[in-house]
DNA sequence: CCCCGAACGTATCACGTGTCAAAATCTTTT
DNA sequence: AAAAGATTTTGACACGTGATACGTTCGGGG
């Protein structure tokens, strides 16, 4: 029954067998690792049929006989998905590539439930979360065999404290560096929907309670003139001045422009400070005050992570600890 | 042979068979739509019994059998992601979620070659390509069996012009409103990997053709300040004006700092305009002169293709032939 | 009464793989 | 030379599904 029509059959492991001369087992075996046990000439037959074969496993095949997918899965916060994430991403492309792992992303839609149900779907052998997966969706992912990956790095460093926190706290001492003014947290979005926020504004709220200062105020700022003009007009004081710290540089410069309108002056009145260093917050005028996030960091965790999950082996404590993983970019907003 | 330990097995079609108390192959039956020549007495039994369990068919089987996974994969060019395509591929992933599909992001790497074979590797029924496929890797898509969407959107649209092309066009006719000078483009990037610039470039030449002006010089401009000053550097003209038209609005606002910079008066020395209508092309001041993409044509094209693939029928011939899917939002920088 | 077709349901194969237990072969020891 | 051990190889099963082709039942027409 051969199908004259149609694309060419790919090969198979058996195809491979054949070629060598063995059994499809011992493919199996010689391509999984295990091949220590086999003399190095039968290793080579099997290895040089298989190259030339271009054999391929199938996913399919291997999912179901092993009950996981050779599959991970990216979690991105559907915000503003800056060239930082992006090369996040790559990166861990890269990585699980050296695993002989593929990587899908899928961004956190309205529906937490949706996409959890999306990501155990492809039952991966692990997920890395930028934000989206709850704690709770992780310990259903857990359950299900697939580990979260950073393992804990959204929820506390080394040093036990959440990184968002640790901006926050950056943001209101750079803002306050000139001395004491009211602070206000400007968002994005709709706080269920903000991944990141909370934990900064309670970093916000740490330094200002330190000082006695009064808590800092919280404002959802649109990406258009109009909107983040009047959102602005809420918390600025007449003749007094304010420190807005931003979910991000893009909040930034939508406050900035905000102000323009409103007439104050920057950063005298409206002192301004964003997260990410975007390319474009030091490209505009007056240039950015923003928070950089060293990726490497995070980075160098997830490939530990990695490591671990493919290994079988608990996770490898990062060598970390006291390394700071923040640098504050002096623009001029602040 | 149970395993106490470990997470609960998910239920399989033969769980729902023995409950509705028929067997697996009239559970498959019914499942996957031939399930008209049963009695709806049974039908429902079956139905029911499949949702009281919670079934989820196992990807894994059925890719296996069907040689395909359920599965569309969107290539997006690993450029700049910009909310436009965020939202694209949002609105990707809720229609394919309406054919039971799943959708995975991947961005083309630095590798044609491995983007391509990754992507195959997922065997999936259809890819939307955002960039970053060739021309040549859809067809070997084809002949694997994945169709490619939009089927040839990103090369002609009804009126036989590729959108790139006239994107360039329109940015020369907005760059020349005020009188003939000399146009730049300026691309982000190295042009191999670069899916638009070519054809852009094309369209700004065939403005300044046709009205006998010298062909548009090209630069790469980075995004940051001092490379993007060198870059402008490198075309402005002594006292001379220049139109810049730029590959999207984050090198429109590098242009715009570079000269700045160089003391260079916006828009009388230095005409500049974007693509994409970025929120913060917007927000910056000068406010930025920039193409707005309509994507909700390009959606709908990728709606009607999607719909053809899942029914396996032929493409649908979209209506939106004379339709206008750019506009040019008039900005302070032209 | 017999046969037939329609209606309904199911046994069975195929997909490609990983792995266990057992078989086959080779090597060493008694 | 036979037994015991070590090394190398393989047959066979399981994974969960879609679909083809085949059975079974039943009512009715010849």
Chains 1, 2 share one sequence.
């Not at 359950?143 to 979260?148: I, Q």
């Amino acid at each position: 029954m051969v199908t004259e029509t149609g694309q060419a059959r790919r090969p198979t492991s058996f195809d491979v067998a054949k070629k060598a001369g063995v059994s499809r087992a011992t493919v199996s075996h010689i391509l999984n690792g295990q091949g220590s046990r086999f003399p190095e000439e039968t290793r080579n037959r099997v290895l040089n049929a298989a190259s030339e074969l271009k054999y391929q496993p199938s996913p399919a095949g291997r999912a179901l006989v092993t009950g996981r997918s050779d599959v991970i899965v990216v979690v991105m916060p559907n915000t503003t998905f800056g060239s930082n994430l992006q090369d996040l991403v790559d990166e861990v492309t890269r990585l699980a590539g050296l695993h002989g792992l593929s990587v899908v992303v899928r961004f956190a839609g309205r529906d937490p439930a949706e996409t959890l149900a999306a990501v155990m779907n492809f039952r991966p052998v692990a997920v890395v979360n930028f934000g989206g997966l709850s704690r709770d969706d992780q310990t259903t992912l857990a359950a299900s065999g697939a580990a979260t990956i950073p393992s804990a790095a959204r929820d506390e460093d080394a040093s036990g404290k959440d990184p968002n926190f640790l901006i926050g706290q950056r943001m209101a001492e750079e803002l306050l560096r000139d001395g004491p003014r009211p602070l206000v947290f400007a968002a994005l979005l709709d706080e269920r929907t903000d991944p990141f926020g909370p934990a900064r504004y309670a970093g916000l709220k740490a330094v200002t309670d330190a000082r006695g200062l009064p808590q800092p105020a919280r404002i959802e700022v649109p990406l258009d003139i109009v909107g983040a003009t009047l959102a602005v007009d809420t918390v600025s004081v007449e003749g007094a001045s304010i420190g807005v710290a931003c979910y991000n540089d893009h909040v930034a410069i939508a406050v900035l422009a905000a102000g323009r309108t409103l007439g104050l002056a920057t950063p005298e009145d409206l002192a301004v400070i964003g997260v990410d260093a975007t390319e474009v917050g030091q490209l505009v005028s007056p240039r950015l005050t923003t928070i950089a996030l060293d990726n490497s960091v995070l980075m160098r965790k997830i490939a530990a992570d990695l490591e671990a999950v493919t290994k079988h082996k608990a996770p490898i404590q990062t060598q970390d600890a006291g390394r700071e993983f923040l640098t504050v970019i002096q623009g001029e907003t602040s």
